[in-house]
């Protein structure tokens, strides 16, 4: 997988699984003040990415995510994505 499929991916799950609005998902948007995830949002998110990419999410990783483009991040060095 690249990053952008990733992303895409990522993207994808927070609008179906969320219901966040496709427009407001840039890279920076910070996914707990600008899309409302709370903690237990943010678990459901890292259980729906195991499932997307088959690793186990070692949950500490996600501690400091607050962007898509950190949740991207994250899963590409998860995987060993491709630029």
Do not use: C, H, Y
Not at 29 to 49: G, K, M, Q
């Amino acid at each position: 997988m690249t990053k952008q499929e990733i992303e895409n991916t990522i993207r994808d799950i927070l609008v179906a699984d969320f219901e966040a609005d496709p427009a407001k998902l840039k890279p920076d948007t910070n996914l707990f003040t600008e899309l409302d995830l709370d903690s237990i949002d943010a678990i459901d998110l890292v259980v729906r990415l195991q499932q997307e990419t088959g690793k186990k999410v070692d949950p500490e990783d996600f501690r400091q995510i607050r962007t898509l483009k950190d949740v991207t991040e994250a899963v590409a060095k998860l995987v060993g994505a491709a630029e």
